[in-house]
């Protein structure tokens, strides 16, 4: 098989990877967003709460409300070092509400759609770089265009120009895709939303006014 060849199907898989990579994230961030079925579950009364209905019902009423799911999202970046925050903020929030029905997911801090579309336009640019500096004369043939002695001295020393060009991609896809957020949202209400450095103190204080304001210990 000619080396040609062995690159094209390199190119190709390329591609493919590229591509099943982006769907991954939306298909799982899906999942997650998909409603849980509830079962709810018959209620028998006992001689007591015959007797006394009000202060039972007050007692279930919070028994209740302490068994509804408190759905915690918690968003980072997880170019950074934010999932140890994450991990933290889960660790004290299960600790300190053991009582509670509480449900921590982690996802994706959005990326700015410019910065995707950036981010995507240069791998696209990265596979057509690889394309020409192995197959320039073929399409230049194609479009009838006249090979110039300046494309001979790249595709001599293309591996460099190749592996220069994966550095400055990598670089730059990087930077478009760190945003370094941390974002906290509870029964989708907003709890804390910051760029940059986390304050876990903050945000386990936040979070612990937010369920004792709303949920009857």
Same mark, same amino acid.
């Given at each position: 098989?000619?080396?040609?060849s062995i690159i094209t199907y390199i190119f190709?898989?390329?591609?493919?990877?590229? #591509? /099943? *990579?982006?769907?991954?994230?939306?298909?799982?961030?899906? !999942? !997650?967003?998909?409603?849980?079925?509830? @079962?709810?579950?018959?209620?028998?009364?006992?001689?007591?709460?015959?007797?006394?209905?009000?202060?039972?019902?007050?007692?279930? #009423?919070?028994?209740?409300?302490?068994?509804?799911? @408190?759905?915690?999202?918690? =968003?980072?970046?997880?170019?950074?070092? &934010? &999932?140890? +925050?994450?991990?933290? /903020?889960?660790?004290?929030?299960?600790?300190?509400?053991?009582?509670?029905?509480?449900?921590?997911?982690?996802?994706?801090?959005?990326?700015?759609?410019?910065?995707? =579309?950036? +981010? #995507?336009?240069?791998?696209?640019?990265?596979?057509? $770089?690889?394309?020409?500096?192995?197959?320039?004369? =073929? $399409?230049?043939?194609?479009?009838? @265009?006249?090979?110039?002695?300046?494309?001979d001295k790249i595709a001599e020393k293309k591996?460099?120009?190749?592996?220069?060009?994966?550095?400055?991609?990598?670089? @730059? %896809?990087?930077?478009? $895709?760190?945003?370094?957020?941390?974002? /906290?949202? +509870?029964? *989708?209400?907003?709890?804390?939303? %910051?760029?940059? %450095?986390?304050?876990?103190?903050?945000?386990?204080?936040?979070? *612990? %006014?937010?369920?004792?304001?709303?949920?009857?210990?």
């Open positions: 098989m000619k080396l040609e190709i898989l390329l591609i493919v990877v590229d #591509q /099943v *990579s982006l769907r991954r994230p939306q298909q799982k961030q899906v !999942e !997650e967003n998909k409603p849980k079925e509830e @079962i709810e579950q018959p209620v028998i009364q006992s001689d007591e709460e015959q007797k006394y209905p009000e202060e039972n019902n007050q007692d279930q #009423q919070r028994e209740y409300k302490n068994q509804i799911p @408190i759905i915690i999202d918690i =968003q980072y970046c997880n170019r950074t070092s &934010h &999932h140890e +925050a994450y991990r933290e /903020v889960e660790k004290v929030i299960l600790k300190r509400y053991p009582q509670l029905n509480i449900e921590i997911i982690p996802s994706q801090y959005p990326v700015p759609e410019i910065n995707q =579309q950036i +981010a #995507q336009l240069f791998q696209y640019g990265q596979y057509g $770089l690889m394309a020409l500096l192995f197959f320039y004369k =073929q $399409l230049f043939g194609m479009l009838g @265009i006249p090979v110039k002695p300046i494309f591996m460099f120009v190749l592996m220069g060009f994966l550095f400055a991609n990598t670089m @730059i %896809q990087n930077k478009m $895709l760190t945003t370094g957020g941390f974002r /906290v949202t +509870a029964d *989708s209400n907003l709890i804390y939303d %910051q760029i940059g %450095q986390v304050n876990l103190e903050a945000v386990t204080n936040l979070l *612990s %006014q937010f369920i004792n304001n709303n949920i009857k210990l």
